[in-house]
Nanobody
Framework: QVQFVESGGGLVQPGGSLTLSCVAS????????MSWYRQAPGKERELVAT?????RYTDSVKGRFTISRDNAKNTVYLQMNSLKPEDTAVYYC????????WGQGTLVTVSS
């Protein structure tokens, strides 16, 4: 079955960096565009980054976040630099057209 396992979150000070990883299984990973999403406390889940021939980012993370993938490892990454308190959220990966299956996410907390 389709599964996503996110990791790499944690507590980081403002201005710091983290790299998130997501291992996907249960589908032909290399054939699908992948994205990262996040859900902050009290807010709806939002699209953060989309990979592919042209990478796209939500305006608030442009120039700070980078999405990448390793098809041999069925893994998608999110490199996050210059983190801000407003980046605090649970981060999820999924395909660019997500279905009903989501992973548990990984919590990123940006705080001094």
């Amino acid at each position: 079955q389709v599964q996503f396992v996110e990791s790499g979150g944690g507590l980081v000070q403002p201005g710091g960096s983290l790299t998130l990883s997501c291992v996907a299984s249960g589908f032909a990973f290399s054939s699908y565009g992948m994205s990262w999403y996040r859900q902050a406390p009290g807010k709806e889940r939002e699209l953060v980054a989309t990979g592919g021939l042209i990478r796209r980012y939500t305006d608030s993370v442009k120039g700070r976040f980078t999405i990448s993938r390793d098809n041999a490892k069925n893994t998608v990454y999110l490199q996050m630099n210059s983190l801000k308190p407003e980046d605090t959220a649970v981060y999820y990966c999924n395909t660019q057209n997500p279905g009903s299956v989501w992973g548990q996410g990984t919590l990123v907390t940006v705080s001094s």
